[in-house]
Nanobody, 127 residues
Framework: QVQLVEAGGGLVQTGGSLRLSCAASGRAFSNYVVGWFRQAPGKEREFVAAISKYGTNKYYTDSAKGRFTSSRDNAKNTVYLQMNSLKPEDTAVYYC????????????????????WGQGTQVTVSS
């Protein structure tokens, strides 16, 4: 079992940056692949990024490539999502999630593959 808590959301202007964090308690975070998902008002939740258990492999949705960077510090049981060049369309509630299956097993962008979820943090980008 692992509990996840996101932080770092807020209101930012277009072009600004935010760094989200996902802190874990319970089992060692190195046991989990971590994904970031987001849900905008009136839309389904969508995949943003994933990072393997030791940060060796990362995967981003096309809209995040070149702007978002995921990293992790397993000693601190924390995963980060650095978001730069933010756009109004990035406005959403951002969730981190953890899965026990290996990164190489695939499905890193599939919600149903994740076992644990945080409560979400709101990111609002004003135009």
């Amino acid at each position: 079992q692992v509990q996840l808590v996101e932080a770092g959301g807020g209101l930012v202007q277009t072009g600004g940056s935010l760094r989200l964090s996902c802190a874990a308690s319970g089992r060692a975070f190195s046991n989990y692949v971590v994904g970031w998902f987001r849900q905008a008002p009136g839309k389904e939740r969508e995949f943003v990024a994933a990072i393997s258990k030791y940060g060796t492999n990362k995967y981003y949705t096309d809209s995040a490539k070149g702007r978002f960077t995921s990293s992790r510090d397993n000693a601190k049981n924390t995963v980060y999502l650095q978001m730069n060049s933010l756009k109004p369309e990035d406005t959403a509630v951002y969730y981190c999630a953890a899965k026990t299956q290996s990164y190489s097993s695939g499905g890193n962008d599939v919600e149903e593959k994740y076992d644990y979820w945080g409560q979400g943090t709101q990111v609002t980008v004003s135009s």
